[in-house]
């Protein structure tokens, strides 16, 4: 167990409460956090279909933070639940990748082990590519991932449940491997989160509570090393339970699904070094165009300019075996042309090109 404040063990148990007793079902819920499977991509869908039913049910995400180009690759699921998550990842990883999931709530991950075996044989695997593991999101070290072990860190509406957002940020970048892949989807608002609303249990079981300010998530990146991350896609989180509408005021949430990178030559904002990149179409799941964010969908054999920070993105990551990049950084042209550069909640990220 980490050594955490009270403040954060009543916060943490308040979650397994809800997650663990309260929520029996997706029917539970008082929000439209939960994001159905059938807003999924199709190549994530029909890999649901193989999935337990029980594991479906009682699975609470915001999203669908499953990346491209997975095969081989180490995965880690921060706060799994019932693991319909890592399950979708162990079909696209493959028998030469692995996935391990990571949850604190005991009812959730008792589900997704007893079913384990079942998956493997549904997959055709020969041999187990998961393990489930009790622990803490922000201390993955005492469960023993090690630094610079993970080649992708996936989470599914969990991170917003955090008393220590920040904490959790710095462990994922310490186990990530140089080029390697945060993408998550989570829960955020367009301002500061009041603490009568942050301290509600049902709110924050909610992940109302919990959301994450735009402008605070990108500077605390920035002060981890991350200076630009991607948002891939945004839509807005309704709330109908007159109680909780109540509660929250005029609040607006947001679901965002966010992509960043461990890279060390990012910059805060974008740069111009006249590159141009190419996507080669040879990655399976997108043979015809490669959506790098909501304002980056790459046509396959289209040469497009780019800022350095995405010449790096799609360079010096698994996607570089699949884009060719003309040009360095030895001439600098000013900064990239990206419009207002106004960082706004309909298109707030990191660096805007």
Do not use: W
Not at 172 to 188: A, K, T, V
Not at 205 to 216: K, P, Q, R, S, V
């Amino acid at each position: 167990m980490p050594n955490v404040p009270l403040t954060d063990t009543i916060a943490h148990n308040d979650v397994k409460k809800y997650y663990g007793e309260v929520l029996q079902s997706k029917d539970d819920l008082k929000t439209s956090a939960c994001c159905p499977s059938e807003a999924m991509p199709r190549r994530l869908r029909e890999i649901v279909k193989d999935i337990e039913p029980e594991i479906i049910n009682r699975f609470y995400g915001c999203g669908s933070p499953i990346p491209q180009d997975l095969d081989g690759c180490t995965v880690l699921d921060l706060g799994c639940g019932t693991g319909r998550d890592v399950f979708i990842a162990s079909k696209l990883v493959g028998e030469n990748g692995q996935v391990i999931g990571v949850d604190m709530t005991t009812e959730q991950i008792e589900v997704a082990r007893k079913y384990t075996d079942a998956q493997m044989k549904r997959f055709g695997f020969k041999h187990s590519n998961v393990r489930f593991l009790d622990g803490f999101i922000e201390d993955l070290a005492t469960i023993g991932i090690e630094d610079n072990s993970v080649d992708v860190v996936i989470s599914n509406c969990v991170i917003n449940l955090s008393p220590d957002k920040r904490r959790v940020f710095s462990e994922i970048f310490r186990i990530l491997r140089p080029g390697g892949e945060l993408y998550f989807s989570d829960i955020f608002a367009d301002r500061r989160i009041p603490e009568s609303v942050a301290s509600d249990p049902i709110l924050r079981g909610e992940c109302l509570g919990g959301a994450m300010y735009t402008e605070d998530f990108r500077r605390m990146l920035n002060e981890l090393g991350c200076p630009d991350f991607r948002v891939v896609a945004s839509r807005e989180t309704v709330v109908h339970e007159p109680a909780i509408k109540s509660a929250v005021g005029a609040i607006r949430f947001f679901s965002k699904t966010i992509r960043a990178f461990k890279l060390d030559d990012l910059e805060d904002i974008c740069e111009d070094y006249g590159q141009v990149a190419t996507y080669q179409g040879t990655m399976t799941e997108c043979p015809t165009h490669f959506t790098l964010d909501d304002h980056h969908d790459f046509v396959a054999k289209k040469p497009m300019l780019v800022c350095g920070n995405s010449a790096s993105m799609v360079s010096r990551t698994r996607f570089g075996r699949h884009f060719e990049v003309i040009g360095s950084r030895n001439t600098h042209f000013g900064a990239f042309d990206c419009g207002t550069g106004i960082r706004s909640e309909a298109s707030s990220g990191g660096a805007c090109c």
